[in-house]
């Protein structure tokens, strides 16, 4: 169903691009005709992604570094894209979060996630409709959320409030906007382990075991089940699909387990313990970052 040349000529966007879904995604649209530009804070693991996904798929993909938590960062990094011509498609995927005791979170932790979540996104859109409603472009935002926004989430408030934003944002746009040739969709995954995200959100085998119990199907998703996803729904043959948040969770959030409220156990031992294992994670990738 997926004809090698189905995304041919378009140029897509994907922020958070360099690793884990990001990288996934823009995979297989390379694979299927598409120019790829991938946007993200860290420079070389940019370059690196860009160097392999080139080597394997032959397509072509730029790695573009920019920090969509500044407004005026999107903007200059939107201006360079357009230099090239317009982008056909945006992949909104950068993201963070952990979990966390809400009354644990600081105001600095809170706007971590939120910054990116909420207003990056904003930002990017933003950016991109602008200049497809001004030069008569038609154009395509896809999201990446997250099952429990229809429920909200404990212990992941931050990402959950920003989530549901965005979710409001997909829904809100798609009738602001549709008529206009712009639509916009959006993916809510269940558990696909990333080594970021994964790390911070089911740190120890106890959780993560927790999680697949909750879940019919018994596993958690394949990489490349969510990017055929984000294929179908960028593409032209299914253009008629706007406003839409599409699960992706092998039934888990029906089973009432997409948020989570299982933490509720933990105690204040394991969430000390759980605190110092994100922290670890976290310094690992500053140093990664070289900073």
């Not at 394997?56 to 500044?70: E, H, Q, S």
């Amino acid at each position: 169903m997926f004809q090698s040349d189905l995304l041919a000529g378009k140029r897509i966007l994907v922020t958070g691009g360099g690793t884990g879904l990001g990288k996934a995604m823009s995979e297989r649209f390379l694979e299927l005709g598409a120019e790829v530009i991938i946007g993200g804070r860290r420079k070389g693991v940019l370059e690196e992604t860009a160097a392999k996904l080139q080597a394997k798929t032959g397509g072509r993909i730029l790695p573009l570094v920019m920090d969509i938590r500044v407004a005026q960062a999107v903007e200059e990094a939107i201006d360079e894209i357009w230099a090239g011509g317009p982008l056909d498609a945006l992949v909104n995927n950068a993201a963070g979060n952990f979990i966390s005791r809400t009354e644990d979170l600081s105001a600095r932790a809170f706007d971590a996630i939120a910054n990116i979540v909420l207003h990056g996104t904003f930002y990017v859109t933003a950016a991109c409709g602008r200049r497809w409603l001004a030069e008569g472009h038609k154009g395509s935002v896809l999201s990446i959320l997250t099952t429990w926004i229809r429920t909200g989430s404990p212990y992941v408030v931050p990402s959950a409030m920003s989530k549901a934003g965005v979710a409001a944002m997909t829904r809100s746009l798609a009738v602001e906007w549709g008529r206009r040739g712009i639509r916009l969709n959006a993916i809510a995954p269940g558990p696909f382990p990333t080594e970021g995200a994964w790390a911070r959100l089911s740190p120890t085998p106890e959780l993560a075991a927790r999680s697949l119990d909750q879940i019919p199907m018994g596993r958690v998703g394949e990489h490349s089940e969510l990017a055929n996803l984000a294929v179908f729904l960028l593409a032209d043959q299914c253009a008629y699909i706007n406003g839409e948040i599409i699960a992706i969770d092998g039934g888990q959030w029906l089973n009432g387990a997409g948020t989570f409220g299982r933490l509720s156990a933990l105690s204040d031992t394991d969430w000390e313990n759980i605190r110092g294992m994100i922290k670890k994670t976290t310094a690992k990738d500053k140093a990664n970052q070289g900073g």
